[in-house]
């Protein structure tokens, strides 16, 4: 309809795709790869209408251009922003003070932790696994922390970890006192927003080595081998180091506010918005 309408009234038109790698299936049998040239086909078409198309990812670009026909010249990689008025460094407060005590962290323990939803997608199970791991290899500081709902069976199998907690889904704006009061972010598998909220909030993040967006932890994280729990707890063990973490946790933080942010985000939309297009 918006495509539709456009020659009529003459506005400019402005998409933005999340279809990452890890969740876009490409095509595999003969019937799946007819279906996709035909959409690739009313994707080319569609895009000649299009001003500007936002990917989130590098990766996301790479499926919208590959599998759905929009034109690259089209494009250009806007990630999600964060709220850096919401989501800062840890400042101690009594209350960022209190989540830690009320968990039963001591201050030397070392608390990963994982927001989000409990599913084999997200994979959470992962993280409990590299803590249990090093808990029962002497690394007894090293505990988990999950928050958030999901798959019943699968959160049962995240209580079972040695070393690991789960506690209920919390709403946003109190969200980030626990990337405050914890020590190292962890997303096992895919994509967050959340990876950026806890690098806003000063911490060092470990990633998938196959998420695709590469700026998100370089200087301020690290990446492990694809669902492999040992590696990860090697990982972990690099960032056992405070002095180590708050440093990287300085860098996040600043590229968040420099590069992620609603309000650079926001200039940027806006001073494109302004920009007359080439169809």
Not at 82 to 93: A, M, Q
Request: net charge positive.
């Amino acid at each position: 309809m918006a495509i539709n309408l456009k020659s009529k009234y003459r506005y400019k038109l402005f998409c933005e795709s999340r279809m990452h790698l890890s969740i876009y299936t490409p095509p595999k049998t003969f019937l799946q790869i007819i279906k996709q040239i035909k959409t690739k086909i009313k994707g080319r078409r569609i895009s000649e209408q299009i001003d500007k198309f936002y990917p989130i990812a590098p990766d996301v670009k790479y499926v919208i251009t590959k599998y759905f026909g929009i034109k690259e010249k089209k494009c250009e990689i806007s990630s999600l922003a964060v709220d850096t008025d919401l989501f800062s460094p840890d400042i101690k407060t009594e209350e960022v003070c209190q989540i830690r005590n009320k968990m039963g962290y001591k201050d030397d323990d070392i608390v990963c932790l994982y927001t989000g939803r409990f599913t084999e997608s997200k994979g959470p199970l992962i993280l409990a696994k590299a803590v249990e791991y090093l808990q029962l290899n002497g690394h007894a500081k090293f505990k988990g922390l999950f928050v958030g709902q999901g798959d019943f069976d699968y959160q049962d199998n995240i209580k079972k970890t040695k070393g690991c907690t789960i506690h209920p889904f919390v709403e946003v704006n109190k969200l980030s006192k626990f990337y405050q009061s914890c020590d190292i972010g962890i997303w096992p598998l895919q994509e967050s927003t959340s990876q950026l909220d806890a690098a806003a909030c000063g911490m060092p993040i470990i990633i998938n080595e196959k998420v695709e967006d590469n700026l998100r932890t370089d200087g301020n994280g690290l990446r492990y081998k694809d669902r492999d729990y040992k590696d990860l707890a090697s990982k972990l063990l690099l960032l056992e180091d405070k002095k180590k973490r708050i440093e990287l946790g300085l860098i996040g933080s600043k590229k968040v506010h420099d590069y992620y942010s609603w309000n650079y985000l926001a200039r940027k939309k806006i001073a494109d918005f302004s920009i007359e297009y080439d169809r």
